[in-house]
């Protein structure tokens, strides 16, 4: 209708003007003009009320559309702006749109339905009041109430865009927050599920994760009260320090009555009946004092002192169980102490004529099987051989060759008198008639006699670094010749091709002979290996920071165990064994290579000389391994009890206690005499 009006309007002044071309072109060019503003304004005002319809975020119109508005009003007169004003204002009254007119279509007219239910369909339930304010603003705008008016017209329509973009916002908000609540729904269907994989028999008992749960006799009460005099004790300190003396005394009250219950109880059917009241009484003050003391940095400050002092009272019980048990290796036990004693009496009573053992004529005799043992230990020696002649096919070609000292001679002669092995041949001899044996021949009884090692063996006060840490290595042991007479078969038995050598803390198992016919492939030594462990090699023995050693030795070759050992005397006359001994002890004179002791110079000794067995021959551990395999003791030929729990103390290990006691004669009138008892 627009363009009607100005088609008509422009032939009007034609008829009017028709003798003036210049006329024609300037109303044609005013008429473009004013079509053109007038698209503009519309499109200006439409683009305005379509983002407040439309719930834009867009506070004022296209900056390309004010650059426009802007060129226009200085490109023409004040006149001509109010007429395209007049012009823009005639749209109300059902003009086309801009958008209505680019696309051809004249006949369609704004709706302002069409307006509000788009606004119906964009608002959510929470804008409904908004929308409707935006309604009636609308309708006022298509009655020409607000267009008198720029500043009725641009408030209303500002605060309603701000809300709808505020809205705008709540809706983002409440979308990440709720994307935020899906995340966490689903963290917590996954904990859910991760915890289905927990045992659901553990569930509701004192606390799942401690190991102990997995017995039903987990004697719960005991570990919960330790716990409530942990915090109890954690409490009392905080007690003092935030200046609670009235807490802190109830604290102790209930502490005290905690321990007494508790006292040295291990197991719930140790505690007395009054022990749930004690429970009970020590929670309600926990509670309390949970409420008025708790500070989580304090209380983990307090945990972190305890566990730490407790830590330390560990490691000071640990040196002193260490000591002790050192110490109980050194003794001798009462009983023990007893039977040697009346044996020596005995034996000194008898004449001598009746002090000799028979068959001497097989103890040089090299078609044999002979045994070599040194100890000063009357009942273990007798062990070794019991077990062995019990176990023997042949016993009657076993031969025995004890050495034992001054001290234990008559007891060990006495003994093996009243108790012979059967058809073997046993004899007895005495360390200190070797007159070979001497200081002048042997490097140790040498270094014993030298001041230093008088003070590091007997020296009352031993605070140096060097004495703390060695202890194990002043066993009495290692002052005696018989620990180091190893290294001397061959002078010893000068008539014997090999020997098996037996320590006194072994029980044999099976018959023996079979080592005598494995070959030892011109090696001097037949013994077990004992590397399958990393400590058991050379380096854990060994000094290798010296060059000495370093230079002569690989640290990680296997170590081997004394205690079951195969000598071929012959090979070890040829290569000087007892040369090569003597070279190394006069080298660690100072004790730089090694400590003291027979294994690590046994290792120099006979590095390269030394011929694998068969593991099965010789089982080790039962004096210091409690997971010692069960079957391998049962398939060994040997087994040992090296370390220090030895089946003769009373600190061995029950479980393999009876491998041992099997060949003790507890119905024997000189153990039951010395009370001894298995």
Same mark, same amino acid.
């Given at each position: ?433 070797? @007159? /070979?044996? +001497? ?8 270094? *014993?006699? %030298? ?6 063996? !007997? ?123 003597? @070279? /190394?002890? +006069? ?8 400590? *003291?002791? %027979? ?6 000794? !006979? ?72």
């Amino acid at each position: 209708m627009a363009l009607k009006r100005g088609l008509s309007s422009v032939g009007v002044q034609r008829k009017m003007s028709s003798g003036s071309r210049l006329r024609i072109v300037i109303i044609l060019l005013f008429s473009v003009l004013t079509l053109l503003v007038f698209f503009v304004g519309q499109g200006l005002y439409i683009s305005d009320r379509d983002s407040v319809q439309n719930g834009f975020s867009k506070q004022n119109v296209d900056w390309r559309e004010r650059l426009a508005s802007q060129y226009i009003k200085n490109l023409f007169t004040k006149e001509v702006i109010d007429v395209v004003t007049t012009s823009a204002t005639a749209t109300e009254s059902g003009l086309p749109s801009l958008d209505s007119f680019r696309n051809g279509n004249l006949s369609s007219s704004w709706k302002v339905a069409g307006v509000e239910a788009s606004i119906e369909d964009k608002a959510t339930s929470q804008s409904n009041q908004k929308a409707t304010d935006l309604k009636q603003v609308m309708s006022q705008v298509k009655e020409g109430k607000l267009l008198d008016d720029d500043h009725s017209h641009n408030k209303p329509t500002n605060t309603l865009r701000r809300q709808l973009r505020d809205d705008k916002r709540g809706k983002h908000v409440a979308g990440l927050v709720r994307q935020d609540n899906e995340a966490t729904v689903k963290l917590e269907n996954a904990a859910i599920e991760r915890s289905k994989a927990v045992d659901s028999a553990v569930l509701g008992k004192y606390n799942i994760w401690r190991r102990e749960v997995d017995n039903e006799n987990s004697d719960s009460t005991v570990r919960l009260m330790s716990d409530q005099i942990i915090m109890a004790k954690v409490f009392i300190s905080i007690a003092s320090l935030k200046k609670k003396p009235d807490l802190r005394k109830e604290l102790q009250v209930r502490l005290k009555e905690c321990q007494r219950a508790l006292g040295e109880s291990t197991t719930d059917a140790d505690l007395p009946r009054s022990a749930s009241e004690k429970i009970q009484a020590m929670g309600k003050v926990l509670a309390k004092a949970r409420g008025q003391l708790y500070d989580c940095k304090l209380v983990t400050g307090k945990l972190r002192a305890m566990l730490q002092t407790s830590e330390e009272q560990v490691r000071r019980l640990k040196r002193q169980s260490m000591f002790l048990s050192q110490l109980a290796a050194k003794t001798i036990p009462n009983a023990i102490h007893c039977l040697s004693i009346r044996l020596t009496i005995e034996y000194y009573l008898l004449p001598p004529a009746k002090r000799k053992f028979p068959r001497s004529e097989n103890l040089e005799n090299p078609n044999l099987y002979h045994y070599a043992l040194f100890s000063d230990n009357v009942l273990a020696a007798s062990v070794v051989v019991n077990s062995t002649i019990k176990n023997a096919k042949h016993p009657s070609k076993h031969v025995f060759h004890l050495v034992t000292d001054k001290l234990n001679f008559g007891a060990m002669n006495m003994w093996f008198l009243l108790n012979p092995p059967g058809k073997a041949t046993i004899n007895v001899e005495n360390v200190d008639e070797f @007159k /070979w044996l +001497n200081s002048s021949y042997c490097p140790v009884l040498r270094q *014993l006699e %030298t001041a230093a090692m008088k003070e590091y063996y !007997f020296k009352a006060d031993h605070t140096t670094s060097s004495g703390s840490s060695n202890l194990k290595y002043r066993n009495p042991k290692y002052l005696s010749m018989l620990n180091h007479l190893r290294f001397y078969l061959p002078q010893v038995y000068p008539k014997l091709d090999k020997i098996l050598f037996l320590d006194d803390d072994i029980v044999v198992q099976k018959d023996l002979t079979g080592l005598w016919s494995v070959d030892l492939h011109g090696k001097v030594n037949g013994a077990v290996e004992t590397c399958g462990e990393s400590f058991h090699r050379f380096d854990k023995y060994l000094n290798f920071s010296n060059p000495h050693i370093s230079q002569n030795f690989n640290p990680n070759a296997c170590g081997w165990a004394y205690g079951m050992n195969m000598f071929d005397l012959k090979v070890w006359r040829k290569k000087d064994i007892t040369g090569i001994y003597h @070279k /190394w002890q +006069n080298m660690n004179e100072d004790r730089t290579f090694w400590k *003291l002791g %027979t294994l690590p110079p046994g290792l120099i000794t !006979f590095y390269g000389l030394t011929h694998p067995l068969r593991k099965s021959w010789h089982v080790l551990g039962l004096g210091y391994n409690p997971n010692v395999n069960m079957k391998d003791i049962a398939r060994a030929a040997v087994i040992h009890y090296n370390g220090n729990m030895k089946p003769w103390l009373e600190l061995a290990m029950t479980k393999y206690r009876s491998y041992w006691t099997k060949y003790v004669k507890y119905d024997h009138p000189y153990l039951l005499n010395c009370n001894f008892s298995e």
